[in-house]
């Protein structure tokens, strides 16, 4: 042989499925973090110390963008 790799060549459908599938999951991820920071920025100041976290804390971490980790 010549030396080069020979890729399997993936139907367009299954491309296109995957693309979805990936989609779907960082929606889904989008949307939870939207609620979790929506919740936390609800929460007591004795709701925060249990999660051991100050306001300024939750309120950074509540004034994030949703697409930010």
């Known amino acids: 042989m010549s030396g080069v ?4 060549v993936r139907p367009i ?3 296109r499925g995957e693309i979805l599938l990936r989609a779907k999951a960082t929606l889904a991820t989008w ?3 939207a609620r979790e920071r929506r919740e936390l920025s ?3 100041e004795a709701e925060l110390r249990d999660f051991g976290i100050g306001r300024l804390e939750a309120i950074h971490e509540a004034r994030k963008p949703f697409w930010k980790g």
């Open 5 to 8: 790799a020979l890729r399997a």
């Open 13 to 15: 459908a299954v491309i």
């Open 31 to 33: 949307r939870r973090r």
């Open 42 to 44: 609800r929460l007591s």
